[in-house]
């Protein structure tokens, strides 16, 4: 007998530490069962508490940080000590009226925000373009280094883990003081507050983007929820967790994951079938996190702004980043765009930025002493561009070392260094042609940066920086045709929006390649295989051993491509029907999605980032 209860009190204390104590094998996220546990209790307990504002905001901040907890460990020290910093500065910025002293708080702001971001996500990267000139800088996680000698501890000092959510959570608290320092806002009424605009837990770990602006008002606000926002509230949860489990999981698992992993085994058809397949799949995960994130939200009493809106219908590349990620693009429209100059003119960050992104690309394609020689006098003129007036003379210059440097990396096969060299000519030329369009062209470049600014946002990797720089100069692009063509403003029809749509969306996969494979010697295999083994005779043969794949990624791009107007009646219907109804489409779904759940719950994609 006391063997029993040993065992049984043996069990049940694994299984409390199972469901309160950090587990990085098993994190709690919104698809697996653990988290819906937990946040039936908690809306249990939401129901007594919901009519007391404050009781309700403390609440939803204790359970909030349990959550980041339950989903990344002890990095939630992390968020509480970005709230108090952020939060303190806010306050001084708001209350100080000499501008010096504003200016060098929000600058301060950055740093420790910043800082914190590079080193958790690029420390391994730099280190790693530093030791490429010969430094040897050793790489190893030097702040769990200085815990272990401080406190005694045993951390691994290997490699650097990156906190889950601090890239969504950083952009959060730095929009905070900044919307406080350009006076658009004013300070929270306290830190409890302000914890619970940084940390609620819907949008903590994955997005959608919050601002300050949008977010707190509605913190001091009663709970108000009608029937139809309940409605649309679950509509949401359901379509999300459909997306993520039903589609975006039994893709990946079954056909994508595999072929990004080794191209070279399978044919051209089948790698380009992958990269239509991964559209789809990380279109899915992600917009099936913030449906899921939004409607929790929603049911709480809280109104988060969408965060896609069917991008793959784009009919431009400018078009797609008003739907993908609107809580991203907007975010770096609004405090990167704008402050590299925007449409207006370049800042001294756009010429100093230029330089080091060649630097990366040329140590991408591989360093040599020519290539050296040609980068120094490029930025050379690039420098003299800065206080020479006459811009045809400097120009012409640019354009022939610019022109000579293309094409001995043509010769070489340095590609994106030749692809970029392609870029910075085509901006020299427009100056020398038209020097009245200098205020366009700052346009462009700003456009560029910024987008390839936000492709490193998403990651340590030069992959990530050609994703950001290819989506940079098709946006500068289409901004150049507009401009010559006269045609911002006007929506395209007929055949020119179909055009746009089509080429608009083979562009989107073509760059979501450098998005998904795991390095650069991939992404090659890929290309070699789609354009040198296609095997166009098997195509038939092989949609019939991918028949059960295939036809759920057309559902899936079908219900994508339907108009807004049928889908927006779909959520009016369900909204409308009577509970019962809705209580059996609930079980239905949930059943189907238990059955369809592969036995390894998968992380969404964006909890990397």
């Known amino acids: 007998m006391l063997n029993f209860v040993v065992l049984f009190l043996n069990s049940f204390t694994d299984q409390l530490k199972s469901w309160f104590f950090y587990d990085p094998a098993n994190p709690m996220i919104f698809s697996n069962s653990m988290f819906w546990a937990f946040f039936l209790v908690a809306m249990i307990a939401y129901y007594f508490l919901y009519a007391r504002i404050t009781a309700r905001n403390m609440f939803l901040l204790a359970f909030s940080l349990f959550f980041y907890y339950k989903a990344g460990g002890f990095f939630f020290f992390l968020i509480i ?89 950083t952009f959060q608290t730095i929009s905070y003081t900044l919307d406080i320092y350009r006076r658009k806002i004013t300070p929270v009424d306290n830190i409890l507050d302000f914890g619970f605009y940084v940390s609620f837990f819907p949008q903590l770990v994955a997005g959608p983007i919050v601002r300050a602006s949008s977010f707190v008002p509605q913190i001091y606000k009663p709970y108000k929820l009608t029937p139809e926002e309940y409605g649309f509230a679950i509509f949401l949860i359901l379509n999300g967790l459909v997306k993520k489990i039903l589609i975006s999981d039994y893709i990946s698992t079954n056909f994508v994951d595999r072929v990004f992993l080794e191209p070279q085994k399978y044919s051209g058809f089948e790698n380009l079938m992958a990269v239509y397949g991964y559209a789809i799949q990380i279109y899915c995960d992600f917009s099936g996190y913030t449906d899921i994130a939004i ?38 429209r609004d405090y990167l765009y ?158 020119s929006r179909f055009l746009g749509q089509v080429i608009t969306f083979h562009f989107v996969c073509f760059c979501w390649i450098y998005f998904r494979a795991q390095d650069m010697a991939t992404i090659n295999k890929m290309f070699a295989q789609i354009t040198g083994s296609f095997q166009a005779d098997k195509i038939l043969q092989m949609a019939t051993g991918y028949a059960d794949i295939f036809r759920l990624m057309v559902v899936a791009y079908v219900i994508h491509w339907l108009p807004r107007r049928l889908k927006d009646d779909l959520v009016v219907w369900f909204t409308r029907m009577p509970e019962i109804v809705k209580a059996v489409i609930i079980s239905i779904v949930v059943i189907v999605l238990y059955q369809a759940s592969t036995s390894a719950v998968k992380p969404f994609i964006y909890f990397q980032f």
């Not at 490429?132 to 501890?153: P, R, V």
């Not at 002493?369 to 930025?379: C, D, E, P, R």
């Open 295 to 332: 409607g929790l939200a929603l049911l709480l009493g809280f109104r988060l702004n969408i965060n896609f809106n069917s991008p793959y219908s784009s009919t431009s590349i400018t078009d797609f980043w008003r739907r993908w990620h609107i809580s991203l693009s907007s975010w770096l």
């Open 338 to 495: 704008i402050s590299l100059g925007g449409n207006r003119t370049t800042s001294l960050f756009t010429y100093i930025f230029v330089p080091i992104i060649l630097l990366i690309f040329l140590l991408v394609d591989g360093w040599t002493g020519l290539n050296f020689m040609f980068f120094m006098m490029l930025v050379t003129v690039w420098v003299l561009s800065l206080t020479f007036s006459d811009m045809k003379f400097i120009g012409g210059i640019g354009v022939l070392v610019a022109g000579t440097f293309a094409s001995n990396a043509f010769i070489t096969e340095a590609w994106y260094t030749f692809g970029l060299l392609c870029v910075i000519i085509v901006f020299w030329t427009i100056l020398l042609v038209r020097p009245d369009r200098k205020q366009s062209v700052s346009t462009y470049m700003n456009l560029t940066i910024t987008m390839l600014l936000g492709g490193l946002w998403h990651g340590a990797d030069t992959r990530f920086i050609i994703w950001g720089a290819l989506h940079g100069g098709a946006l500068a692009l289409h901004k150049f045709w507009m401009d010559i063509t006269k045609s911002k403003g006007k929506e395209p029809k007929g055949i």
């Open 81 to 169: 000590f970005s709230t108090f910093v952020d939060y303190y500065i806010g306050e001084k910025v708001h209350r100080s009226e000499h501008q010096p002293t504003r200016t060098w708080l929000v600058v301060l702001s950055l740093v420790v925000n910043l800082g914190l971001l590079a080193y958790f996500k690029y420390t391994f990267y730099f280190i790693d373009i530093l030791n490429s000139f010969g430094a040897e800088i050793t790489k190893q996680d030097y702040l769990a280094s200085a815990a272990n000698g401080w406190l005694g501890t045993s951390l691994d000092i290997s490699k650097i883990i990156l906190p889950v959510g601090i890239s969504f959570y």
